[in-house]
């Protein structure tokens, strides 16, 4: 059995190979952050149109577990975000496309976990890709986002650590990066109001997208596997659920127009 000696270069190489490593991964976070409102569609949209949808076993009505399977996943990221946002609002969105932050905060679930809101945004895209169902996309697409949501987490923790030292390293031995901490939790969700307008007003152009394109990839799916015919029956019945989608987008965006779903 070889032993480790004090003072092996081995050690010295490893400690430097975590360290480029490191920041090829906070480079290319800071990278993704800037570009990911048009990278992360686009990439979405060129995989769900170049990897065609298949059916599970070749069955339509295996397909139809799947896709409620798709949509429980996304519905329950879209739920985790609407609780994280109604409870305590953190800016994502930076400050002149990079990472920033004006104070630190761990209220609401963020006393649970340090990045529920990815972890929210990678189980509506993971839902998605679920309803697609080609097994090159779920392999291909959700090894790509889970990469870059933990390159982007990585450059906002290097951001963090450097503007709030101690408290956030305090902060991070405490809360899971990922993870949802159920200790204490009931008690966290007693302690807060709920601010359902600032969900709504946060989140109501987000729920009708990846809803719009759930919709969508479903006739995708029919007329890949079945033919137009089938496709245009699949519209058919989805046109009036996009109708009413756009309805309740246009009520909302009239609201927090008109400052009724309260101001930022």
Same mark, same amino acid.
């Given at each position: 059995?070889?032993?480790?000696?004090?003072?092996?270069? /081995?050690?010295?190489?490893?400690?430097?190979? =975590?360290?480029? &490593?490191?920041?090829?991964?906070?480079?290319?976070?800071?990278?993704? !952050?800037?570009?990911?409102?048009?990278?992360?569609?686009?990439?979405?949209?060129?995989?769900?149109?170049?990897?065609?949808?298949?059916?599970?076993?070749?069955?339509?009505?295996?397909?139809?577990?799947?896709?409620?399977?798709?949509?429980?996943?996304?519905?329950?990221?879209?739920?985790?975000?609407?609780?994280?946002?109604?409870?305590?609002?953190?800016?994502? $969105?930076?400050?002149?496309?990079?990472?920033?932050?004006?104070?630190?905060?761990?209220?609401?679930?963020?006393?649970?976990?340090?990045?529920?809101?990815?972890?929210?945004?990678?189980?509506?895209?993971?839902?998605?890709?679920?309803?697609? $169902?080609?097994?090159?996309?779920?392999?291909?697409?959700?090894?790509? +986002?889970?990469?870059?949501?933990?390159?982007?987490?990585?450059?906002?923790?290097?951001?963090?650590?450097?503007?709030?030292?101690?408290? +956030? /390293?305090? +902060?991070?031995?405490?809360?899971? =990066? !990922?993870?949802? /901490?159920?200790?204490?939790? =009931?008690?966290?969700?007693?302690?807060?109001?709920?601010?359902? /307008?600032?969900?709504?007003?946060?989140?109501?152009?987000?729920?009708?997208?990846?809803?719009?394109?759930?919709?969508?990839?479903?006739?995708?799916?029919?007329?890949?596997?079945?033919?137009?015919? &089938?496709?245009?029956?699949?519209?058919?019945?989805?046109?009036?659920?996009?109708?009413?989608?756009?309805?309740? +987008?246009?009520?909302?965006?009239?609201?927090?127009?008109?400052?009724?779903?309260?101001?930022?």
């Amino acid at each position: 059995m070889t032993q480790t000696r004090i003072g092996d270069p /081995r050690i010295g190489l490893a400690k430097t190979a =975590r360290a480029v &490593a490191s920041a090829v991964m906070i480079r290319l976070g800071n990278s993704f !952050f800037r570009y990911r409102d048009a990278l992360f569609p686009l990439v979405f949209v060129l995989m769900a149109v170049a990897l065609w949808p298949v059916f599970l076993f070749d069955s339509p009505s295996l397909d139809r577990a799947v896709d409620g399977l798709g949509l429980a996943l996304a519905l329950a990221g879209q739920t985790l975000r609407a609780i994280v946002i109604g409870l305590a609002y953190i800016k994502r $969105g930076g400050k002149d496309r990079r990472v920033h932050a004006d104070t630190l905060v761990q209220e609401g679930l963020f006393a649970h976990s340090r990045n529920p809101l990815y972890v929210g945004n990678v189980l509506v895209l993971l839902g998605l890709i679920v309803i697609h $169902g080609s097994p090159c996309f779920l392999l291909a697409g959700g090894a790509f +986002y889970l990469f870059a949501y933990l390159a982007i987490t990585m450059a906002e923790e290097q951001f963090l650590e450097k503007k709030f030292g101690a408290e +956030y /390293r305090v +902060y991070c031995q405490r809360v899971p =990066r !990922f993870r949802l /901490r159920l200790r204490g939790l =009931r008690d966290t969700m007693r302690g807060m109001t709920f601010d359902w /307008r600032r969900a709504i007003r946060k989140e109501y152009g987000s729920t009708f997208s990846w809803i719009t394109c759930a919709l969508c990839l479903v006739v995708w799916e029919d007329w890949r596997n079945l033919g137009p015919t &089938a496709a245009r029956h699949k519209a058919a019945i989805v046109t009036p659920v996009f109708a009413v989608l756009l309805f309740a +987008y246009a009520i909302a965006r009239i609201m927090k127009k008109t400052k009724r779903l309260g101001r930022d």
